[in-house]
């Protein structure tokens, strides 16, 4: 059996649970943080493509949180207490420089996850939290109490060790990436403590697509495009970077997108790309006579590379039907029309959408309601925290999803002493 003292036991060393463990010492708590994997954060390290997107620098806190959707205002306390800014200057402490990229995006100077989690963990070191790594925690057991607020007495692990503290944290994550070891164990314990789980879903996941053609441009990224979703009208649209994956559309806009195909119960949904989102029909139009013009005598096959990027060229062609060895002094006005229709309004039939597996975040998690927002502590059981992606609010990429984690495992710390 475990010794009974730590003020604090924290269940799962990611993002949010190494905020919670490390501020909590920091403040003079003892605190143990319980790790599934043998190492911490083993999802940071494949974020941003092993880059870890931290944080956004959206300068307004408001409009920060306001991307967060109806749930953000939760966020309001936590995010005052350790906003974005705060985040930049909490890992300059730690020794982090970091650069500001297209969209606010926050990464390390190095562009290496592997620094962000070295910072933390060595944060967590210095702290003097007890880690206890490769330790799944099986079991949540509640006192047997029943006239008072529940709380829980102990926590088994998988080995059959009980682990006992005055206050626990779950900080498991969510379902995304399970490999990770994020695979909703969080979830399935709120419910059987009584909490309402909203039920949690795949989002900002790749789209997969009925059109073959995707196949040809595999791996092919763009950069300033806009991606729009339809049915009889406009659902949504983002402007940015996305990428055609083997059977659809991934990349950040691909992944903002996917959110909104998840939220929606409409049938026949249609993606369409604009590739030149920055020139109007007249204009584009304008701007091809030109370019043939100059390229006179060339085959229309040729005359195509100062508009678009190489992959994409064939597929055009052979989707707009025009003779790729005609001149381009001989393709006509409605040849042209259709050119134009497929660079402004790409179109593609979405089939649905990746899973779990390859999904950036979860949507649905344990309900805010149950949660007082200032200290992250729950209505229902007294001795209980959440922080992270296992409650029920997630954001778009950009750096939106780690900041909820950073900014709720401080404020578990920020409060843990004051009230404890
Ligand atoms: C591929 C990918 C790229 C991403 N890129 C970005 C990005 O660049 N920027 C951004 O803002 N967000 C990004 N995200 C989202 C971001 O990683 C998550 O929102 C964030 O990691 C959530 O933090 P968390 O601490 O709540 O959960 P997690 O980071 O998932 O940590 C949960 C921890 O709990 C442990 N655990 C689970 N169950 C148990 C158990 N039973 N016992 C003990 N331990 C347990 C897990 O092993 C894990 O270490 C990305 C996600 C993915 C999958």
């Known amino acids: 059996m475990s ?25 003079g708590a003892s605190v143990l943080l319980l790790e599934k994997n043998k190492i911490l954060g083993k999802k940071l390290l494949i974020t941003g493509k092993g880059r870890c997107n931290i944080t956004n620098a959206e300068d307004d806190l408001k409009t920060f949180i306001t991307t967060y959707g109806k749930n953000g205002k939760f966020l309001y306390p936590a995010m005052y207490t350790f906003s974005n800014k705060h985040t930049v200057d909490f890992f300059k402490k730690l020794g982090l420089i970091t650069k500001v990229e297209r969209g606010g995006r926050i990464f390390p100077h190095s562009d290496k996850a592997k620094d962000v989690v070295d910072c933390l963990a060595n944060y967590v070191k210095k702290n003097r939290v007890t880690t206890k790594f490769n330790s799944p925690v099986k079991k949540i057991c509640l006192a047997a109490d029943k006239h008072k607020l529940q709380h829980i007495e102990k926590l088994i692990l998988e080995n059959g060790e009980e682990i006992r503290a005055h206050n626990y944290a779950i900080t498991t994550g969510g379902k995304s990436y399970p490999l990770t070891g994020s695979t909703g164990d969080g979830y399935c314990w709120l419910k059987q403590l009584g909490h309402t789980v909203i039920d949690p879903k795949p989002v900002l996941t790749p789209i997969i697509v009925k059109d073959k053609i995707t196949k040809q441009l595999e791996g092919l990224s763009l950069k300033n495009v806009e991606l729009s979703l339809w049915t009889t ?15 659809g559309i991934s990349g950040p806009q691909g992944l903002n997108l996917s959110k909104i195909i998840s939220e929606s119960h409409a049938n026949n949904l249609k993606i369409k790309i604009d590739f030149k989102p920055a020139l109007d029909y007249p204009v584009l139009d304008k701007r091809i006579l030109k370019d043939f013009a100059e390229l006179n005598n060339k085959l229309f096959k040729n005359a195509l590379h100062k508009l678009l990027p190489k992959k994409l060229i064939p597929v055009i062609i052979f989707l707009s039907g025009i003779d790729e060895n005609k001149k381009v002094n001989e393709v006509t006005k409605a040849e042209r029309k259709k050119l134009l229709s497929l660079l402004k309004s790409f179109e593609l039939s979405v ?20 949660i007082n927002p200032k200290t992250m502590q729950s209505k229902l059981i007294d001795n209980l925290y959440l922080a992270g992606e296992v409650l029920d609010i ?11 984690a950073w900014s709720t495992g ?11």
């Open 410 to 420: 401080y404020l578990i710390g920020e409060n843990f002493c004051k009230t404890n």
């Open 351 to 370: 089939k649905g959408l990746v899973g779990f597996e390859k999904a950036v975040v979860t949507s649905g998690g344990v309900c805010l309601k149950e």
């Open 3 to 27: 010794d009974p003292n730590y003020n604090l036991a924290v269940i799962g060393g990611g993002a949010a649970g190494m905020l919670a463990a490390g501020h909590t010492a920091e403040q």
């Open 394 to 404: 997630d954001g778009p990429t950009g750096g939106y999803n780690l900041q909820i």
């Open 233 to 247: 009208r406009k659902l949504a649209s983002f402007f940015g970077e996305a990428l055609f994956t083997g059977n």
